[in-house]
């Protein structure tokens, strides 16, 4: 093969390598939509990861892939304290948005409307928060604190550490290689939490039948 060949091959390959590395590229950034956060919320973690932010500035958009996702964040600004006459720093506890990204190309997270500082300090209170597409047009989230999100992440690891283990043996027949029955199961998730935000939680979850229905069962005793 000549030299000129060889050269016109390789540079086929390198053009052909190339053309699918950023196909790949445009794909999955097609299947993501980025996220910008307005000045007054920071953003500390995204799925249960830290979010880094640079030295003097903190970082106000994200790439979010389609499905479920967890942000934890916290309202922070500064209002002229008129009868102080001096500016006051209001900020929230960091709580919990939760959100299912779809088809969207951009998302908006923003406050509700906080025009003074008696309207911030109602906000720290009871946040309320604002998620929109590309088209302004608004989105379903949910908001949680962050100790029942937490509470609920310990609730769920509890359950599933302590379920019992299966095991498929070699004739496809399934054995249970840790016996735990059911008594011995609650007296472990007992010791392992704290009852009463257990009880908080479950309460929370529950829906008005079920709530009902415990009522019930407490006049029983």
Request: charged share 25%; proline share 2%.
């Amino acid at each position: 093969m000549t030299t000129p060949a060889k050269f016109l091959n390789n540079s086929l390959l390198s053009y052909l390598c190339a053309s699918l590395l950023l196909g790949s590229f445009i794909a999955v950034k097609a299947n993501a939509a980025t996220l910008t956060v307005t000045d007054n919320l920071i953003l500390r973690d995204v799925d249960d990861k830290a979010v880094e932010h640079g030295f003097l500035s903190k970082k106000r958009t994200i790439d979010l892939t389609q499905g479920k996702h967890t942000l934890v964040i916290k309202y922070k600004d500064v209002f002229e304290d008129l009868d102080m006459g001096e500016d006051r720093l209001v900020k929230s506890d960091y709580f919990v948005v939760k959100l299912v990204v779809e088809n969207q190309q951009e998302l908006f997270l923003s406050t509700s409307k906080i025009s003074d500082l008696a309207s911030a300090e109602r906000f720290v209170q009871s946040p309320e928060v604002i998620l929109l597409d590309e088209n302004k047009q608004e989105l379903v989230l949910e908001l949680e604190t962050l100790s029942d999100y937490k509470l609920g992440k310990q609730v769920t690891k509890v359950v599933t550490t302590l379920s019992a283990p299966v095991v498929i043996s070699q004739s496809n027949s399934p054995t249970i290689t840790t016996a735990v029955d059911s008594q011995a199961f609650n007296n472990k998730v007992i010791n392992k939490v704290d009852t009463v935000p257990m009880l908080k939680y479950w309460w929370q979850k529950a829906s008005k039948d079920e709530k009902e229905d415990f009522l019930k069962f407490i006049n029983k005793k």
